[in-house]
């Protein structure tokens, strides 16, 4: 399907997947992928089907009868933009739907999906894992999945600490909402980025990724180098938060000092919205007293202070892929510009919605900092 300045590839099959058949990229009607750092990442695809006088035609409508859309077959969607192609989604195939359409005898057809962590949340597991630091447990259930091809990508929080060698971690539930559990722990995140190549990815486990080459600016405001179609901002001053606490550990027979922990993620504002907020700023407690929890409770304040701060400023808008010139990335840095001084500078991306339909490339986003103001002079707009 040709769309202007891009075009979308779709691969499709249980053991291998492969270029959907032409039938199939004739009916397309739209897709709609959320990609997201937290929680499950899904698409949405609809066709137009219609039946003909012919045998095929006659039995069912040709989408449900073939074996092409069946469930479970992975789904990798390319998209091609300035001739650079790029692996936005992949993922299963979970959920058919059919529906009335209007065009006479037809009928249209949604299927919808999620990532492939899909395929970590289909067995509980109950194991213990002796004597491990979560780090090594999350690399360990992470390398069950190198047959979809994805490879492991696991970054100690900066608050991380080796246990007691007595710690005995007990998993009950599935590999994946082990894994969210564990990346809660530490204000982690978990998510599988697609790509570079068909059928590969990474498995990234660890803080939100605040480093690295900003992508080209989103522009408002700024005459023909506007680039977006809609920007909107949220400061949330009332969210920032300081843990503290007193813990008992069972290896103690008094209790540990009190603790105060304050945010250790990389700053993307120069004015902290934590320092703003004082000296209205939440002061919570951590409170642990079973077991050898004293490194848990450390892990567990310095996570909700980094959580109650790093999205405190919010942005949310929308692109034209074609006008903004590229695709744009979650998990990754943008600037923004032409919106003041309080709003310029770098975010991080948080979520985006890709929507395609003939002739159209939308995006849809989220992005958060920890504060105001703009850190750099000057951003990248290529």
């Known amino acids: 399907m040709i769309l202007p300045a891009a075009n979308l590839t779709l691969l499709i099959g249980r053991a291998l997947p492969i270029p959907a058949p032409s039938w199939l990229m004739d009916s397309f009607e739209s897709a709609q992928f959320d990609v997201t750092d937290k929680g499950v990442s899904g698409f949405e695809m609809q066709f137009e089907s219609g039946r003909d006088g012919g045998l095929v035609g006659a039995l069912d409508y040709p989408h449900l009868l073939r074996t092409t859309l069946r469930p479970f077959s992975r789904v990798i969607i390319i998209a091609t933009l300035?001739?650079?192609?790029?692996?936005?989604?992949?993922?299963?195939?979970?959920?058919?739907?059919?529906?009335?359409?209007?065009?006479?005898?037809?009928?249209?057809?949604?299927?919808?999906?999620?990532?492939?962590?899909?395929?970590?949340?289909?067995?509980?597991?109950?194991?213990?894992?002796?004597?491990?630091?979560?780090?090594?447990?999350?690399?360990?259930?992470?390398?069950?999945?190198?047959?979809?091809?994805?490879?492991?990508?696991?970054?100690?929080?900066?608050?991380?600490?080796?246990?007691?060698?007595?710690?005995?971690?007990?998993?009950?539930?599935?590999?994946?909402?082990?894994?969210?559990?564990?990346?809660?722990?530490?204000?982690?995140?978990?998510?599988?980025?697609?790509?570079p190549l068909p059928l590969t990815g990474t498995a990234y486990w660890g803080p939100a990724p605040r480093l690295g080459l900003p992508q080209p600016a989103l522009t408002q405001n700024m005459g023909p180098m506007t680039n977006v179609k809609s920007l909107s901002f949220q400061n949330k001053a009332e969210q920032p938060a300081v843990f503290a606490g007193v813990v008992q550990d069972s290896d103690f027979t008094t209790p540990q000092p009190e603790f105060t922990y304050f945010p250790t993620t990389i700053p993307l504002a120069p004015v902290p919205s934590l320092l703003t907020a004082l000296p209205y700023v939440q002061r919570k407690k951590v409170s642990e007293s079973n077991g050898d929890r004293y490194n848990d409770a450390i892990s567990k304040a310095q996570a909700g202070t980094n959580r109650s701060t790093e999205d405190a400023i919010t942005a949310t808008g929308e692109l034209d892929v074609t006008t903004y010139g590229r695709i744009l990335e979650p998990r990754k840095l943008v600037g923004v510009r032409g919106v003041g001084f309080t709003f310029d500078g770098l975010y991080y991306v948080k979520q985006v919605s890709h929507r395609i339909t003939r002739g159209s490339y939308m995006q849809s986003f989220t992005l958060t900092r920890d504060g105001t103001g703009s850190l750099l002079p000057i951003l990248p707009v290529i």
């Open 82 to 195: 300035r001739a650079i192609p790029r692996v936005v989604f992949d993922g299963v195939l979970t959920n058919i739907q059919s529906q009335s359409s209007s065009t006479p005898g037809g009928m249209r057809i949604k299927v919808t999906g999620e990532d492939l962590s899909f395929f970590m949340d289909r067995s509980e597991e109950a194991k213990t894992h002796p004597a491990s630091p979560d780090i090594a447990i999350v690399t360990k259930i992470l390398s069950k999945y190198a047959f979809l091809g994805l490879r492991p990508q696991v970054i100690p929080p900066p608050n991380f600490s080796p246990p007691p060698i007595s710690r005995k971690p007990t998993q009950k539930e599935t590999d994946l909402k082990y894994l969210r559990t564990l990346a809660e722990k530490h204000n982690s995140v978990f998510f599988i980025k697609p790509g």
